[in-house]
């Protein structure tokens, strides 16, 4: 707000009511805000839908079902098997990383004895080298009847 009442006040001068300003400000904001969190959608990245059910709710059939664990367990597979087959120290790290216990970077470079300040381009090198070997693996989608 005080960032708009500086770019207000030198383009237009003070505004000759400053309350009156900065509560039409505010209100306009939160305004903003609302509309925006209305149109959002939080999306749950494990099961690459909406984290509070969709439109359909909670009792739907939806992410709890059977069909969506063994989906779910099959990506795991996959991503874990794509994960083991990476060169170097990638598969114990990106293993640490993706334990389920949620370790912090001084937790998982004590673990593997490297130093911290290096996890971060260590685990950078082993996504993008991860990211190619399965972009090689599976078929890119056709755009306008282009292959890519």
């Not at 383009?11 to 609302?34: F, M, S």
């Not at 597979?77 to 114990?92: D, F, K, M, Q, V």
């Not at 001084?106 to 990211?131: H, N």
């Amino acid at each position: 707000m005080w960032l708009r009442w500086l770019e207000h006040g030198r383009t237009a001068g003070a505004p000759p009511h400053p309350a009156r300003w900065l509560r039409t400000a505010v209100r306009a904001e939160v305004r903003a805000v609302r509309r925006r969190v209305r149109r959002e959608t939080a999306y749950d990245p494990v099961t690459d839908s909406p984290a509070d059910g969709g439109v359909h709710g909670a009792g739907s059939t939806g992410a709890g079902g059977p069909e969506d664990r063994l989906l779910r367990a099959e990506r795991l597979r996959s991503l874990r098997t794509a994960i083991g087959r990476l060169p170097g120290r990638c598969p114990e790290l990106l293993t640490a990383l993706l334990s389920y216990r949620n370790p912090t970077y001084r937790e998982v470079a004590r673990e593997l004895g490297i130093s911290q300040g290096s996890l971060g381009p260590t685990r950078s090198r082993c996504v993008g080298c991860l990211r190619t070997m399965l972009t090689t693996e599976v078929a890119l989608p056709e755009v306008r009847g282009k292959v890519r």
